[in-house]
Nanobody, 122 residues
C-alpha cells in the first residue's frame, strides 16, 4: 500500500510558476514509477509527466519545456516544477504511483493522491 499526499497548488497569474509536491509513504515507494496527471472541469484526467525508478522522465507534449518532474528518494517525495504557466494549465493535479515501467494511462496507476487545485489567471 502506498499513500500519497499532494501540496503546493494555488492561484497564479499566467507566466508564473508553482511547484507541486507529492509525499509518499508505505512500502517500497522507490520501486514505483511516479506520475502527475491533471483533470480540468468537464474533461478527462490526462497524463502530465512521469518519472521512472531509474529517474527517466517523460512529459506530455503540452507541458514539455515548461514542466519538470523530479523525485527525492531520501524523503519519498516527487515534485512537479511548473513554469510559464498558462490558463489552460488550470486543473486539479494528482500524483499517482504505478508498479510498471513508465506508462501514460490512468488505468496503469494503482495509487492516487487526493489532488491539489492549480488555477492560472489570464
Amino acid at each position: 500500500q502506498v499513500q500519497l499526499v499532494e501540496s503546493g497548488g494555488g492561484l497564479v497569474q499566467a507566466g508564473g510558476s508553482l511547484r507541486l509536491s507529492c509525499a509518499g509513504s508505505g512500502r517500497a515507494f522507490r520501486d514505483y514509477t511516479m506520475g502527475w496527471f491533471r483533470q480540468a472541469p468537464g474533461k478527462e484526467r490526462e497524463f502530465v509527466a512521469a518519472i521512472s525508478t531509474s529517474f527517466g522522465t517523460y512529459y506530455a507534449d503540452s507541458v514539455k519545456g515548461r514542466f519538470t518532474i523530479s523525485r527525492d528518494i531520501a524523503v519519498n517525495t516527487v515534485y512537479l516544477q511548473m513554469n510559464s504557466l498558462k490558463p489552460e494549465d488550470t486543473a486539479v493535479y494528482y500524483c499517482a504511483a504505478s508498479p510498471y515501467t513508465v506508462r501514460r494511462q490512468v488505468n496503469d496507476y494503482d495509487y492516487w493522491g487526493q489532488g491539489t487545485q492549480v488555477t492560472v489567471s489570464s
